[in-house]
């Protein structure tokens, strides 16, 4: 494909903090070229760029993030040795070493660069000498040739994962303007919410050392379990099966009576969250308090997104932590929320014509659900919310350990629940047979997008999940490209994708794209008989105050 690639070195790996220090590039795998960035022609270099020319990065985003800050435009024709990768086997680990060593033949190397900086003393890869650099540089950009040569070749071969690939490229391009846009953070709040869970950790450790009757480390598994079930005696719930260690998680935690469980559990929440969001989210904060993620479009084995830097996908609806993401000024927040996304994806698939007419009438299909299985005309809430958990489990590839974990039951009880479930509802559990039996035939399950998941005989179970998530997920990957295409040269952008959810900060002044917005969300033809509707919450306020709106 005549790539010319291209690589960075950097200070670090924040944009917003870190700057480009050298840039190693190849067009011939037997005359790589790395200079220092001030001896780098940007002019030449940006005229390649706008040029049909195919520019070729092995993690284009991060690249592109830097570049950007010294103007350079998005390449026309852009690609990424490392997404080829992840079209090509999502199974594999997508590192430049890795690919190399998988595809190239090219023995794993052993790096010591990072033993030349002295990170405490303020040093960064730019006090790396020369020629070590240039050494590293030069053969990191000539093996991203080589990959790219390899795996484009590769997938064109197959060209429903090309054309795959070239949507992911689209979706790359429109996650870099999401992502540097970012998300605006009330730091005030955060510093409260910073000093509030670490009182509570102090008071909760406190309480838990006093209960122990010493002090030991918390963190330490095998010191907790030493206090639980040698010194107090408690019963051992099960045993990890990796190292056959007494296991302490909180669903053993749960069976346990005694007065040092709650505050263990108070202590351990507490730490989780002022550790994973408040501590993390004040380490990407750049200097106007925006909250730069990094959204990852080969995070999954299934397709879907995932976000990292922090990881804002499992923070709990009903924690204070969603209070810290704010609209800017003369901004609201609009989530789009796909109503039952899993459920109608499984309906069209399995083409389940009960379900498809549930959906017609309008009404609740898991409230429909809990009628027939509980065989009652009336159910309560929480037997409607017990079917919908249960109904996405077996969705996702739930089996009986599962079940016996998530839902406190005996090997016999579990096997029960699903004998029961699959006499009331027996066309999920052909399905899920449909499914099977395609993975073992073609070694692969395939969405309506193309997109596969290579399963073996023994993940074969797995299956119905690819299906349906993959799915999700490439329609939500589409939303990214369309949405953010639609608000091109607006005051308003999308800020998140959550599951099935995106968010996006629409200003004061165009109220008029919600609509819009709502259009292109609901616009499957393909899905046409099960409707992907969405529904709309609304905050002027934060992320947790957002409230259902009505257009």
């Not at 690589?7 to 903090?17: I, K």
């Not at 869970?197 to 010493?214: P, W």
């Not at 839902?407 to 629940?417: C, G, V």
Request: net charge neutral; aromatic share 12%.
């Amino acid at each position: 494909m005549n790539f010319f690639a291209i690589d960075t070195e950097t200070t670090g790996l924040n944009y917003w903090q870190h700057d480009i220090f050298g840039a190693s590039w190849c067009e011939d795998i037997n005359s790589p070229v790395y200079k220092t960035w001030d001896q780098v022609d940007k002019e030449a270099l940006k005229k390649i760029f706008n040029s049909d020319r195919p520019i070729l990065f092995h993690n284009a985003k991060f690249d592109l993030h830097m570049l950007r800050k010294h103007g350079f435009p998005i390449p026309k024709n852009l690609h990424d040795s490392m997404i080829m990768s992840y079209i090509y086997n999502e199974n594999t680990t997508h590192s430049l070493e890795n690919l190399s060593h998988k595809y190239l033949n090219v023995e794993k190397w052993k790096d010591d660069v990072k033993k030349l900086v002295d990170f405490d003393a303020g040093q960064t890869y730019a006090d790396v000498p020369y020629e070590v650099m240039k050494t590293y540089a030069e053969r990191d950009v000539k093996y991203t040739l080589q990959l790219g040569n390899f795996l484009a070749s590769k997938l064109k071969d197959e060209p429903k994962l090309w054309e795959l690939y070239l949507k992911e490229m689209e979706l790359l391009k429109e996650l870099i303007q999401i992502e540097e846009y970012g998300v605006k953070i009330d730091t005030a709040l955060l510093a409260d919410m910073t000093n509030h869970l670490q009182k509570e950790i102090d008071e909760h450790s406190t309480k838990v050392y006093y209960e122990a009757g010493e002090q030991f480390n918390i963190e330490s598994p095998d010191e907790l379990a030493n206090i639980l079930f040698d010194k107090l005696k408690l019963p051992v719930q099960g045993y990890t099966q990796k190292d056959h260690k007494r296991k302490i998680d909180d669903y053993c935690l749960e069976k346990l009576d005694h007065p040092i469980i709650q505050p263990l559990k108070t202590y351990r929440l507490a730490r989780h969250m002022k550790r994973t969001y408040c501590d993390n989210i004040k380490g990407y904060l750049d200097a106007g308090d925006i909250l730069h993620c990094n959204f990852k479009q080969n995070g999954t084995t299934t397709g879907r997104f995932s976000c990292v830097s922090p990881n804002l996908q499992n923070i709990p609806k009903i924690h204070r932590i969603r209070e810290l993401f704010i609209p800017r000024l003369n901004c609201k927040w609009y989530l789009f929320d796909y109503k039952q996304m899993e459920m109608r994806l499984y309906a069209y698939f399995a083409n389940d014509a009960k379900v498809k007419e549930w959906f017609k009438q309008g009404v609740d299909p898991y409230y429909e659900m809990a009628k027939i299985y509980y065989k009652k005309s009336e159910v309560t809430k929480s037997q409607r919310d017990f079917i919908k958990g249960f109904t996405l489990g077996k969705l996702y590839g739930l089996g009986i350990s599962g079940t016996m974990n998530k839902y406190h039951k005996t090997k016999r009880e579990a096997y029960r629940l699903h004998d029961e479930f699959n006499k009331a509802f027996p066309l999920v559990k052909r399905f899920n047979k449909k499914v099977i039996d395609r993975v073992l035939a073609n070694g692969f399950i395939e969405s309506p997008f193309g997109r596969r998941r290579r399963l073996n005989e023994r993940g074969s179970y797995k299956g119905m999940n690819a299906l349906i998530q993959g799915s999700g997920g490439d329609i939500m990957k589409e939303d990214m490209i369309k949405v953010n295409r639609l608000l091109a040269n607006k005051k308003s952008n999308v800020i998140i994708s959550i599951h099935d959810e995106l968010l996006v900060e629409v200003h004061n002044d165009e109220a008029y794209l919600v609509k819009e917005i709502v259009n292109v969300m609901q616009d499957y033809p393909q899905f046409e008989d099960v409707d992907m509707l969405v529904d709309i919450k609304m905050t002027d306020t934060n992320w947790k105050e957002a409230k259902k709106n009505e257009l």
